[in-house]
């Protein structure tokens, strides 16, 4: 209970000091050169993300710990001094009570702990009330040799002076910014693996940098359809479809649909053909 109790102190202390939305805590990072200069890293690296460890107050204990390290794709964003900075787009960290990125670049590798500092939020408000948002520009992480924080790295003189100079070519760059982040697509299966036991969860998480979404339904036959009911807060359905695709004749086709204003939560999904159907489950988050 002391854990817990600690955990909780200090959420309301971060509570306190920044202001909370939908986008907290939900920060992208591009690492730069260690130097006086604004330089995306150069050469061949790789991204990595730990989770690890569990509130044992709060999980089931026979949950993963997800080790070794997750590989994070690498996304261009615009370019700095010719070269296009590259982004790790990271969701909210909330499922962990250890989490980091690993950054190898040859024989040098950092760890950064992505810790839950409020001050991260104080100082990406502060940035995208100047810039505008969505999007919201990545965080800045000067790569050395090394174990460090997250915070720590924001709030070194050098690296406030090179975000600076990032954001102002940021807003001067703005049309093309938000041409990289207009739209996201998502795709989800049905398939089975032949282990599974019980009702399939799909999560589909939405990226609030960007402007427009749209999800992939997949061919799954002739004459099906997908149904999505809403879920209240206690895990009742909707008794209305929130959401109805029916599904193109061949059977063969997939089908994007813009769920961009489709409404955020957790859906019982069905895939249904003739007198036949299939439920799952389907949640949208941020």
Not at 64 to 92: D, F, W
Not at 110 to 133: C, F, H, P
Not at 274 to 282: D, R
Request: charged share 20%; proline share 7%.
């Amino acid at each position: 209970m002391r854990t817990l109790s600690t955990l909780l102190i200090a959420f309301v202390h971060l509570q306190g000091t920044a202001q909370f939305d939908r986008f907290s805590f939900r920060h992208n990072y591009a690492f730069i050169e260690d130097g006086p200069t604004l330089t995306p890293l150069k050469g061949t690296y790789r991204v990595e993300y730990i989770g690890r460890g569990q509130y044992w107050t709060m999980i089931d204990p026979r949950w993963t710990v997800h080790h070794p390290g997750q590989p994070r794709s690498l996304t261009p964003c615009i370019k700095v001094n010719g070269a296009p900075l590259m982004v790790v787009e990271m969701r909210g960290i909330f499922g962990y009570p250890d989490n980091k990125l690993i950054v190898i670049r040859g024989s040098d590798t950092m760890i950064v702990d992505l810790n839950l500092d409020g001050r991260m939020e104080t100082r990406m408000l502060e940035r995208t009330a100047k810039l505008g948002v969505p999007p919201r520009p990545p965080v800045l992480l000067p790569f050395r040799k090394g174990w460090f924080t997250n915070i720590d790295l924001v709030l070194e003189p050098s690296t406030i002076a090179l975000t600076d100079r990032f954001d102002a070519h940021w807003a001067s760059r703005r049309t093309e910014v938000l041409a990289l982040y207009d739209t996201a697509r998502h795709s989800f299966t049905l398939e089975m693996d032949g282990l599974r036991t019980g009702l399939t969860t799909i999560a589909i998480d939405r990226d609030p940098n960007y402007a427009h979404h749209l999800l992939e339904f997949p061919a799954s036959g002739p004459g099906t359809r997908f149904e999505l009911y809403l879920q209240d807060s206690t895990g009742v359905p909707s008794t209305e479809p929130t959401l109805r695709e029916d599904m193109p004749a061949d059977g063969e086709t997939s089908k994007w649909v813009d769920v961009t204003d489709l409404p955020y939560g957790r859906y019982t999904a069905y895939l249904k053909w003739g007198k036949l159907e299939s439920l799952f489950n389907l949640s949208f988050g941020w």
